[in-house]
């Protein structure tokens, strides 16, 4: 099957894929294309897989870790109070993992719900121009936390 999962990961894989934040061992971390709130992040599996059970045990945990990286780096860069994660599945039947950051300034009538209760249509569109500085700054949170220790590295010189 070819979705719009297989085509965002093939254009990630030829460097055509403007909304690419990094690669990490489980796949590519990338800006969401609706960015209902700033700085909403997926993972897209890589191989692609139909679901997160379709990965073995060792591939399924690393997935896992890679989605709550994304995490911890979008509560540093963006003031977040809290993350939410969600692997859905159901139109793009191909895994990725949605990661939400979620503020305390949100409209009342929204923070407690999903966030797809937003007004989707009303939300702003990924535009890498105008989300150049976040993703700079998520990029490179990510990748500090992907990095080994420094004294990991230096034992291996």
Partial sequence: ????????????????????????????????????????????????????????????AQFLRDMTLIGDALLEVTGAVRINYEILGNSDPALHAHILPRFDAEPEEHRAGPAWFYPLEKMPRFDPAHYAALMEKIRAAVLRRLAPPASDAADKL
């Avoid at 297989?6 to 909304?19: C, D, S």
């Fill in 1 to 60: 099957m070819n979705n719009l999962i297989h085509q965002r990961v093939e254009l990630a894989r030829q460097g055509k894929n403007p909304a690419v934040l990094c690669q990490m061992p489980s796949g590519w971390a990338v800006m969401a294309d609706i960015q209902i709130l700033s700085g909403y992040c997926i993972l897209l599996a890589d191989p692609v897989v139909p679901s997160l059970n379709d990965l073995s045990g060792d591939a399924r």
